[in-house]
């Protein structure tokens, strides 16, 4: 049987990004343009290569309207975008805690890795963070290296840069 997506491009103001959603109104995957290789690869390995299929169309308004809040500097939005992970269930906990991580305050794999009780998983926290199907959305740019550095983004440094700033300038109580 084959999971029908519908695949969306909207404008950010760091360049377009596609959003993929399923009819149940779950995003699936999301990443900017130029990183469709990347897109396709994350979702064959979550719902089998060759069991989906992409069409050009519209996604549910609630999730282009948080997206677009988001980028607005509305950082609290993503909350609102209802994402379908499928990924396996320490994924699942790595992008569960990715969405715990404070806007404006990046956190260290190490760190994130010792928050889940498993402080010598740096890397295993990297792993499921570049396995992470939803760019922005599960913010996996708040991760960043023991000495700060802005590492490890599929986007490129400069939005990483970007996405941070934007979310120190605009989290509430800053």
């Not at 609290?76 to 379908?84: G, N």
């Not at 000495?147 to 109580?173: I, N, Q, V």
Request: some cysteine.
């Amino acid at each position: 049987m084959t999971t029908r997506l519908v695949l969306e491009t909207i404008q950010t103001p760091i360049g377009a990004m596609l959003l993929v959603a399923d009819a149940d109104g779950f995003l699936r995957a999301a990443d900017f343009v130029g990183c469709e290789d990347r897109l396709d690869r994350l979702l064959g390995r979550r719902l089998g290569k060759g069991t989906f299929a992409l069409a050009p169309g519209a996604v549910p308004a609630a999730i282009t309207n948080a997206m677009r809040d988001y980028f607005a500097g509305e950082i609290a939005a993503l909350e609102r975008v209802p994402v379908r992970t499928d990924g396996t269930p320490f994924q699942q906990t790595v992008w569960q805690a990715l969405r715990a991580i404070p806007p404006g305050l990046p956190l260290a794999y190490g760190g994130l890795a010792t928050q889940l009780g498993r402080p010598q998983s740096a890397r295993a926290v990297g792993h499921a963070n570049g396995a992470n199907p939803f760019c922005v959305v599960i913010p996996c740019h708040r991760l960043v290296g023991a000495d700060g550095a802005l590492t490890g983004y599929s986007g490129g440094t400069d939005r990483k840069r970007w996405l941070l700033e934007h979310e120190a300038r605009h989290a509430s109580g800053r």
